[in-house]
């Protein structure tokens, strides 16, 4: 329950505090706050959420056939339910958060149309003072806060990332970005072509690909795929068993993760046996005579990038039909028709869908500043991908790739409620991670390593991000299995954690 009077608004010039300030509601800001409100009842909180619906990434995605890439039963939180078939659409997503916020009263915390522009802390105050701006009306809103939980995801939603080719400017077509799809994009009859290979091609090219003309992928490079029917085969058993959903979902999230630990710890002992199994379950869909190696075999080891489910291969079976084909090839530039290949194919198109991918957005957009300094936050050295040397009284849920997101919002997210507690008891204002002495001379190297986890939308963002260094502590690791029983056990009172 709050204690904020939240019906008793303040005028733009005073300022309204809060113990802990979330930033976001998507799926990590409200399953945040969820387990405040469950953990640690009777927290003074805030939701501030730039859009005008919850959702985030489900709500800003407005593309045809937008489903996620990783089942609901990991994706979906650990304390409901999922109750659908594995993969989801937006709209299923959107419904099952709709039910979490209003099963648990989450409402009353949460203010729409909030962009958030600057946090600026001040050591003196030991607090936060938050500028957002009212998206409806303009007005700047202030707020204080004494814990930041930062939710705001990692790539930036009003804009996707488009490279820039030679002749775009002549190309007389329509060039669309899925990330800011048109709502009237009028597709039926019309030739297309999507430029890109990861999940976003591999969900938007099957649910266009009846309407249009034809539809070419064009890709740099392959990437890897697991195609299969969208149900879970335990999960119906225990249906049918009358097993009460509570359990089901427990039960369907063991038996996923151990799957999916045993795959991953294959993918890096035995990578091309992997390898070689995943083909086949492409090729299976394409026959003996397609030219797989062409396009559909990856140059990098399995795993080093999320691996999307394909519910029915139903992509491999647009390109089986005809209906939708794969050009493997680089773009040498834009012609006023279509697009040039660099093997000096001509390709083309009424639309062109650049489905190439996100701009990383580092801590929302939101001017930092410490103590009256900017923040550079590429001058700070990660504390297991979640706190910042030099940042106090902060959190940031970065979820994992390779496993579902959510299940290291929910992790992190007993990690805040334990540390807040914590700071409760020890009668602390503050709290920062710092170096110990044996730190000191540790290499600082950047975020991640390219060798284990490199999506282009990191790699081009990594000098923005943390340092990280040779030890697990200062390391941001995507690693669940390990983070699953090391996070609940981090000790708090440990040298790391630096308490005023
Ligand atoms: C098309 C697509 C499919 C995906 N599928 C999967 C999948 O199947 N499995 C998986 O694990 N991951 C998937 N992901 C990754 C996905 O983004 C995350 O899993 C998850 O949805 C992120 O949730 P989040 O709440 O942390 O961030 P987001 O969903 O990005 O939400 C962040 C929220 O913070 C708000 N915000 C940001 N900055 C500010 C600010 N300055 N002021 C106020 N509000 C702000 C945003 O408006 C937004 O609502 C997918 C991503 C995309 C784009």
Known sequence: MTTTDTS??????????????IVGAGISGVGGAYHLSKQRPGTNFVVLEGLDSFGGTWWMHRYPGIRSDSDLYTF????????????ATADEILQYMGEVIEENDLDQHIRYNHRITSAQWSSEDNLWTIEATRTDTDEPQYFTANFLWMCQGYYRHSQGYTPEWPGMDQYEGEIVHPQTWPEDLDYKGKKVICIGSGATTATLVPAIAADCEHVTVLQRSPTYFIPGRNENDLAETLRELDISEEWIHEIVRRK????QEIFTQRAFDNPDEVKSELLAGVRAYLGPDYDMETHFTPHYRPWRQRIAFVPDGDIFQGVKSGKADVVTDEIERFT???????SGEELEADIIITATGFNMNVLGDIDFVIDGK???????VTYR?????????MLWIFGYFRASWTLRADLLADFV????E????RGAKRVEVALRPEDQDMELLPWIDSENFNPSYLMRALELLPKRGDKREWQHTQDYWREKDELPAIELDGPEFVYE
């Open 336 to 342: 006023p028709k279509g697009i040039l290949t660099k």
């Open 417 to 420: 409620c334990r540390l807040l």
């Open 8 to 21: 008793v608004r303040p005028d733009s010039t005073t300022r309204e505090h809060f113990d802990v300030l």
């Open 374 to 380: 900017p923040l550079d936050f590429a001058n700070t």
């Open 385 to 393: 991908g979640m706190m910042f040397t030099g940042i106090p009284n």
């Open 76 to 87: 979906g939180y650990r304390f409901k339910p999922w109750v659908g078939p594995p993969i």
């Open 256 to 259: 996923i993760l151990l799957d």
């Open 422 to 425: 914590h700071m409760e008891e």
